[in-house]
């Protein structure tokens, strides 16, 4: 079994910071992408940011230019900084994980989320 935990949400004024975090552990014979997802309130789950294996990094055009995702020292954990935050980007985030079982099969696993809030 994989297990994905993000942690780093929390309240923040518009124009601020925040750094989200997200490790995945368990049964892991490579991870081809991992990526963290928005859900606004009544909206649909959508992409924001995604890293492959090979570090090539794709990103909604809502975040382009604020938000960077990054890979981390310790294995298969992964970043998002998000910089620049308008209340717009209230949302929980999810992180996810393409998990190869190294017998030709990959399989996603989510994390439970994490809330980010943009306010005054």
């Known amino acids: 079994q994989v297990q994905v935990v993000e942690s780093g949400g929390g309240l923040v004024q518009p124009g601020g910071s925040l750094r989200l975090s997200c490790a995945a552990s368990g049964s892991i014979f490579s991870i081809a992408v991992m990526g963290w997802y928005g859900q606004a309130p009544g909206k649909q789950r959508e992409l924001v940011a995604a890293?492959?294996?090979?570090?090539?990094?794709t990103y909604s055009d809502s975040v382009k230019g604020r938000f960077t995702i990054s890979r981390g020292n310790a294995k298969n954990t992964v970043y998002l900084q998000m910089n620049s935050l308008k209340p717009e980007d209230t949302a929980v985030y999810y992180c996810?994980?393409?998990?190869?079982?190294?017998?030709?099969?990959?399989?996603?696993?989510w994390g439970q989320g994490t809330q980010v809030t943009v306010s005054l």
């Open positions: 996810n994980a393409d998990v190869d079982n190294g017998r030709g099969a990959t399989f996603r696993y």
């Open positions: 890293i492959t294996k090979g570090n090539t990094t």
